[in-house]
């Protein structure tokens, strides 16, 4: 067994209604965003909570990819969520697993952007909602050794996406923005939000008392500590 590696299962999964006053201004549960198309979209709830670099370090979501890959945020990103502890949609765990079928269908390890995990709604690049803040998109800059940077090779990586099921999205090469997949393959799964099943969806709105609701998640799936070895 390895030592300093921990599990999702262990973290503090929050309601971000129960969180103080700044962290609910950054997070803007439950609110309200317009993506590109003017589309509206409910920002996520229920957010995992990380207490440490060194548990972000050490939880890994599946055998390939360990948390804090997630959250490599730079000054773009709002003070306080550079801070521990910090926060990600619960959802994430779901992105994690769309990422270790992409990792198998190429091949290759595969490296997300800084920037390019979990981004709140109160990150600089946040002028729509992006899946980027539900958690479910990566921006994946390195293949292998393959650095994204051409048509050919997004393309390929793009396909490889597609192909893995309905629910993947990737942007095609030379997004619009500029941002999108000029230098990155993006994936992301749309607007998922998850509910961790230790939670009671009795409060539709904001509550009027600030008693903290915490659930830690059940252990149920089987042992992921085992850091795999010649991760290239
Ligand atoms: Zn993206």
């Known amino acids: 067994m390895s030592s300093a590696v921990t599990e999702a299962q262990g973290l503090k999964v929050v309601d971000a ?9 950054i997070l803007k549960p439950g609110e309200m965003v317009r993506d590109s198309e003017g ?28 948390l804090n890959e997630f ?3 730079d000054l773009k990103e709002a003070a306080r969520l550079r801070l521990y502890p910090r926060y990600v949609p619960c959802a994430i765990r779901l992105l994690a697993f769309y990422l270790e079928q992409f990792r198998a269908a190429c091949g290759a390890s595969v490296h997300i952007a800084v920037n390019g995990g979990y981004r709140s709604p109160s990150h600089k690049l946040a002028d729509h909602a992006t899946p980027h803040m539900w958690g479910t998109a990566a921006d994946v800059y390195r293949i292998g050794s393959n650095i994204l940077k051409t048509k050919e090779a997004i ?3 793009n396909e490889i996406a597609e192909d893995l099921s309905e629910d993947v999205n990737v942007l095609p090469y030379g997004h619009v923005t500029g941002r999108d997949a000029d230098d990155h393959v993006h994936i992301d799964l749309g607007y998922v939000t998850l509910v961790p099943r230790e939670i009671s969806e009795d409060r539709m709105e904001q509550p009027q008392e600030n008693r903290p609701r915490f659930a830690f ?10 850091v795999p070895e010649n991760e290239e």
Do not use: C, G, Q, V
């Open 217 to 226: 998640e059940e252990r149920r799936r089987k042992d992921r500590r085992t």
């Open 155 to 157: 393309d390929k990586y």
């Open 39 to 66: 589309r509206r979209h409910r920002l996520p709830r229920y957010f995992y909570e990380i207490p440490s670099h060194e548990a972000a370090m050490s939880t890994r979501l599946t055998n390939h990819f360990a």
């Open 17 to 25: 209604f129960d969180l103080d006053d700044e962290l609910r201004s």
């Open 71 to 73: 959250t490599l945020n």
